[in-house]
């Protein structure tokens, strides 16, 4: 698997959500039908654009190295859990709203637990080096 391919898909996926979040939290809360927006509920969504923008950074920089198996374990494991927790989230949210943004959501979701679990559980194949 291209797991360059994912790492980057993935950092570029939660940076962007990393600065919506961080800097147009009121934004994010209207669109989610908060009506009543506290400060605590602006510094929360703040908080959660930078663990996202955080995750995306670790993701980018590791985009180059070996992952899954042993090698990277830690990313891998971390993106692993990220994205099966979210995707379990999502889906248990979505039955009980039916929101369209929630849908495209779960879908995003669960393609990359599936895939980060298919890079956890599996050894990588390092390329050859052409001389």
Same mark, same amino acid.
């Given at each position: 698997? %291209? @797991?360059?391919? !994912?790492?980057?898909?993935?950092?570029?996926?939660?940076? *962007? +959500?990393? =600065?919506? $979040?961080? /800097? +147009?939290?009121?934004? *994010? !809360?209207? #669109?989610? %039908?908060? @009506?009543?927006?506290?400060? =605590?509920?602006?510094?929360? *969504?703040? !908080?959660?654009? +930078?663990? #996202? /923008?955080a995750f995306a950074m670790v993701n980018w920089t590791a985009k180059g190295n070996l992952i899954g198996g042993i090698y990277g374990r830690t990313i891998a494991i971390g993106n692993l859990s990220h994205f099966v927790i979210g995707a379990l989230a999502l889906i248990k949210s979505y039955f009980s709203t039916h929101i369209g943004i929630i849908l495209i959501m779960?879908? =995003?979701? @669960?393609? $990359?637990?599936?895939? &980060?679990?298919? *890079? /956890? &559980? @599996?050894h990588p194949v390092k390329k050859e080096q052409k001389s």
């Open positions: 698997m %291209n @797991t360059r391919l !994912l790492m980057t898909s993935s950092a570029l996926l939660m940076g *962007v +959500a990393g =600065i919506i $979040f961080s /800097f +147009a939290p009121q934004e *994010v !809360l209207e #669109y989610l %039908n908060v @009506t009543s927006e506290t400060m =605590i509920q602006v510094v929360i *969504v703040q !908080l959660l654009g +930078a663990l #996202y /923008f779960t879908v =995003i979701y @669960t393609a $990359f637990a599936v895939l &980060f679990s298919i *890079v /956890f &559980f @599996t």
